[in-house]
């Protein structure tokens, strides 16, 4: 398997206990038995809804991949962003979306290592894709294109314009994380993963971690934040 950021294209905690939620859901069929949660060292019963079986895996595996499909088949030009917190275009059918437009190879690990499945191994699945029609990329306040794909588009970097301040990086809290930041001149250095502030004998350093990158500053510098519901 190819490799990617291990950062936001995975899922957080939270997000599994919905996705285990969101896969028991899928029972309630009668081909799949409801089950009593079993004796099972890897996967605690106590925290967690009864371990999905195998086939109830495949079937989120194919509601995921119809929903993705549904978009391909829409008859209207498509792209894809990955969940990876910048926003890079791609087509369809690049490298570089293949692991989440191919929802079994998103789940990959998930069924090679069925047996062994403890809760949090869910989180080795890769989060569903955006997947936006031309006016809805063209309607993002800012994008960039893949280099690889280079999908045809308005701009091949779109710089960040909404009106907001920006904000010095001493002010990032925990509500920021996960969240698109831009330079003052509306550069993405993509979503962000961790600020810390270290006051050390020659004065504050400022450490700002994004998915992309690692910024160092004095603590003056500033960052513009993408607002929450931004994708
Ligand atoms: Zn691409």
Same mark, same amino acid.
């Given at each position: 398997?190819?490799?990617?950021?291990?950062?936001?294209?995975?899922?957080?905690?939270?997000?599994?206990?919905?996705?285990? $939620? /969101?896969?028991?859901?899928?029972?309630?069929?009668?081909?799949?038995?409801?089950? @009593?949660?079993? #004796? =099972?060292?890897?996967?605690?019963?106590? =925290?967690? &809804?009864?371990?999905?079986?195998?086939? @109830?895996?495949?079937?989120?595996?194919?509601? /995921?991949? /119809?929903?993705?499909?549904?978009?391909?088949?829409?008859?209207? $030009?498509?792209?894809?962003i990955?969940?990876?917190?910048i926003r890079r275009?791609?087509?369809?059918?690049? $490298?570089?979306?293949?692991?989440?437009? =191919?929802?079994?190879?998103?789940?990959?690990?998930?069924?090679?290592?069925? #047996?062994?499945?403890?809760?949090?191994?869910?989180?080795?699945?890769?989060?569903?894709?955006?997947?936006?029609?031309?006016?809805?990329?063209?309607?993002?306040?800012?994008y960039?294109?893949?280099?690889?794909?280079?999908?045809?588009?308005?701009?091949?970097?779109?710089?960040?314009?909404?009106?907001?301040?920006?904000?010095?990086?001493? &002010?990032?809290?925990?509500?920021?994380?996960?969240?698109?930041?831009?330079? /003052? =001149?509306?550069?993405?250095?993509?979503?962000?993963? &961790?600020?810390?502030?270290?006051?050390?004998?020659?004065?504050?350093?400022?450490?700002?971690?994004?998915?992309?990158?690692?910024?160092?500053? #004095?603590?003056?510098?500033?960052?513009?934040?993408?607002?929450? $519901?931004?994708?």
């Amino acid at each position: 398997m190819a490799e990617h950021n291990d950062g936001p294209e995975r899922l957080s905690t939270d997000e599994l206990v919905n996705l285990i $939620d /969101e896969i028991a859901a899928g029972r309630g069929s009668t081909l799949v038995p409801e089950r @009593e949660p079993a #004796d =099972d060292p890897y996967w605690p019963s106590a =925290d967690y &809804s009864p371990k999905p079986s195998l086939e @109830e895996i495949r079937a989120q595996i194919r509601r /995921e991949q /119809e929903a993705v499909d549904s978009r391909l088949r829409s008859g209207q $030009d498509v792209f894809f962003i990955t969940a990876s917190g910048i926003r890079r275009v791609h087509k369809p059918d690049c $490298d570089h979306v293949r692991h989440t437009v =191919d929802r079994s190879e998103s789940w990959d690990l998930v069924l090679q290592n069925y #047996d062994t499945l403890r809760p949090a191994d869910l989180g080795m699945v890769y989060r569903m894709p955006h997947v936006l029609t031309r006016p809805e990329v063209e309607a993002l306040n800012s994008y960039v294109t893949c280099q690889a794909c280079v999908p045809a588009l308005d701009h091949q970097r779109k710089k960040f314009s909404f009106p907001v301040q920006s904000m010095l990086a001493l &002010s990032f809290g925990q509500h920021h994380v996960g969240r698109a930041v831009f330079t /003052e =001149d509306g550069e993405e250095l993509g979503a962000l993963v &961790s600020h810390q502030r270290i006051v050390a004998a020659e004065g504050i350093r400022s450490i700002t971690r994004t998915t992309e990158q690692t910024l160092e500053g #004095d603590g003056t510098e500033k960052y513009v934040v993408a607002p929450k $519901d931004a994708v």
